[in-house]
């Protein structure tokens, strides 16, 4: 299967009064057609910053992006590097081949416009084409599940629920027809039910039109029931890859079988649940080695000489199985 894009060794600095602190470091991944990607980690692992560079979008300063490329495969076939883009065609990137749904659409709707004129703008900036604005504006609206569109795409987004706003959030992104969708934790401001219908609507779209998604999150739950494949993320550098399925039944790196084994399970015991004690290191206290280490469970049943092995040594990508890839030093170190 073909990628749409391929991020080869992205690293985002910020600058502070200690310098400039690596967020992310040296992360690669492939998305392929129609796939949906999963980016799994903690909060503070460097997965929005991430998603929000595929196009550019961090403010320089202070964020500034020492190395890497992206490298995406537009609609017409043609392969380029966003990071090489000069700034009107990066333009026609955001938005037009890669859109985004953010976590708090009522902080990422225009308080003062219509919902229609949002989506309206969309389609004028990205379809010129569209002969007839407002009755594709309509249709956009209907595609997402929100009835009555003609009404409801002349009220302000303060007039509708968390879930109708996070609808229009996304007939906004579908208005300029992306090749790429980024969930940024999409459903994160919504109760459980509202949850469900919005996954159901992003499965469903991506089968009716053919798009890549990357999916942002921290619920594995969601995870297992929506990924192809799954690229888990700690402290600003992935950690370990593979199909949906082959994580969760063979999580390799200890952080990935923490985060699992923390899930809660429908009759389970009663008892606590598990935990990772601890926290995601700032930027500035990043080992030199494995970032992992001081949390890792693994790494506390070593020989003191190993331990200290794991707080120097970078650990490298191995491939454990077809497609399953994980940075841990002692897994897969005879592979």
Not at 146 to 166: A, D, F, T, V
Not at 220 to 232: F, H, N
Not at 312 to 322: S, V
């Amino acid at each position: 299967m073909e990628n749409v894009l391929e991020v080869n060794n992205l690293t985002i600095e910020f600058k502070s009064d200690r310098g400039w602190l690596p967020a992310v470091t040296d992360v690669s991944f492939q998305l392929r057609k129609g796939e949906i990607l999963a980016l799994v980690g903690e909060s503070g692992c460097g997965k929005s910053i991430s998603c929000m560079s595929l196009a550019r979008l961090l403010p320089s300063p202070p964020a500034r992006i020492p190395r890497g490329e992206v490298l995406l495969t537009r609609r017409d076939g043609v392969t380029e590097d966003v990071m090489k883009l000069p700034p009107r065609q990066l333009r026609r990137i955001r938005g037009g081949e890669i859109a985004y749904i953010f976590q708090e659409p009522s902080v990422s709707l225009n308080p003062v416009f219509r919902v229609g004129a949002q989506i309206a703008e969309a389609i004028e900036l990205h379809r010129p084409e569209v002969e007839n604005v407002e009755e594709e504006v309509a249709e956009l609206l209907r595609k997402v599940g929100i009835p009555s569109p003609e009404e409801r795409m002349r009220l302000y987004p303060h007039e509708l629920s968390g879930g109708m706003q996070q609808r229009v959030m996304i007939a906004m992104a579908l208005a300029s027809r992306p090749s790429i969708l980024v969930a940024d934790e999409p459903t994160t401001a919504l109760d459980v039910t509202i949850q469900a219908q919005i996954l159901d609507l992003l499965a469903e779209l991506r089968k009716k039109f053919g798009m890549s998604i990357i999916l942002v999150t921290h619920n594995l739950g969601i995870v297992s029931e929506m990924a192809d494949r799954v690229c888990v993320m700690y402290a600003g550098r992935i950690v370990e890859t593979a199909p949906v399925r082959e994580l969760i039944d063979h999580p390799r790196h200890p952080y990935t079988a923490a985060l699992l084994s923390a899930v809660p399970k429908l009759g389970g015991s009663h008892g606590k649940l598990s935990t990772i004690p601890g926290s995601v290191p700032p930027p500035a206290r990043f080992p030199a080695g494995c970032r992992f280490c001081d949390r890792c469970a693994l790494r506390r049943t070593l020989p003191e000489a190993e331990q200290r092995l794991c707080e120097t040594e970078l650990p490298e990508m191995r491939e454990l199985a077809p497609g399953h890839f994980c940075a841990c030093r002692r897994i897969g170190a005879d592979a």
